[in-house]
């Protein structure tokens, strides 16, 4: 497969695209872990939500 | 599960422990076939390599859009009927929309420099693609900067539902302008223009984004949910303590 004499300008669009793709992705696992690590961190100390208090 | 039963988030984030793990596995493949179909397309007759890069500009302008739309659904659940997960659904999406935006304007302009001889130039559809861009900043700061969450969700709904009216604008703009960028060439009146070599890769990597996008948004609403659940949970800790 030839990109042609424009190679630069499409390797760089599949990186850009490809990093943003990464970026959302890191952001969406990160901010998952750190959700779940305060949950567990608050129900450890005893805190409970509304809809479980007895 | 009746749809009404979404309504309740903690049915809704098992809904979406369910769906997740079969929506990645349905994105990495689609992506597969996409990329593969679209570095197997033949070059344009006039544009040669560089069409490669409308395998990516285009799915994401149209995701762009349409995460704005879906935005604007999501903020009228906010401002009118007051659904607990219409903000939810606006604030994780505001982001993934930012992004596809900034994507599209990027590859746009490295699309641009070879056919045009310019990364940028301040024609309509451009710019109101840049627009769509600094209405999604505003929208993230308007969620990011309210000390009131409930007022910063109304505020932002509020500027949702304005900038709606971008999206007509963004769509018409090559017919309503003389614009350097090109006119409608798949949806319009009289079918595409293009070769349906080139059509069908466009329309598997427009799959693959759109599996992407309900991906990271469902994914990103399970984030927002809980972090209100902690948000509550501090509260509630604070005021008894």
């Known amino acids: ?54 | 599960m009746a749809l009404i039963d979404l309504a309740n988030p903690t049915r809704f984030l098992d809904l979406v422990r369910r769906v997740l793990p079969w929506l990645i596995a349905a994105t990495v493949i689609a992506f597969a076939i996409g990329l593969t179909m679209a570095m197997n397309a033949p070059d344009d007759y006039q544009q040669g390599a560089t069409v490669k890069i409308m395998f990516l500009h285009v799915p994401a302008a149209w995701l762009a859009m349409l995460c704005w739309a879906l935005m604007s659904v999501a903020a009228l659940g906010t401002l009118v009927w007051r659904h607990p997960l219409a903000d939810v659904a606006g604030k994780a999406a505001a982001p993934i929309g930012a992004a596809l935006t900034f994507t599209c304007l990027v590859t746009g302009s490295l699309w641009g420099r070879p056919m045009w001889g310019t990364y940028w130039v301040w024609d309509a559809r451009l710019t109101s693609v840049l627009v769509l861009f600094l209405l999604y900043l505003g929208v993230l700061a308007l969620y990011w900067t309210a000390e009131d969450p409930n007022r910063g969700a109304r505020a932002a709904a509020v500027l949702v539902l304005v900038g709606a009216i971008n999206l007509p604008i963004i769509k018409f703009s090559v017919d309503w302008w003389n614009t350097l960028h090109q006119g409608e060439s798949i949806f319009r009146a009289g079918g595409p223009e293009i070769d349906p070599t080139i059509l069908r890769p466009l329309f598997a990597m427009a799959l693959a984004f759109l599996l992407l996008f309900v991906t990271l948004h469902l994914a990103a609403m399970r984030n927002e949910i809980l972090r209100r659940r902690v948000r509550t949970m501090q509260m509630m800790q604070a005021q008894t303590a």
């Not at chain 1, 990186?15 to 949950?39: K, M, N, P, T």
């Open chain 1, 1 to 54: 497969m030839s990109l042609g004499p424009h190679a630069d300008f499409i390797v760089a669009a599949y990186a850009v695209a490809l990093a943003v793709v990464i970026g959302l992705v890191a952001w969406v696992v990160l901010d998952y872990s750190e959700q779940r690590r305060v949950l567990g961190d608050l129900e450890e100390r005893g805190a409970r939500r509304r809809s479980r208090r007895q």
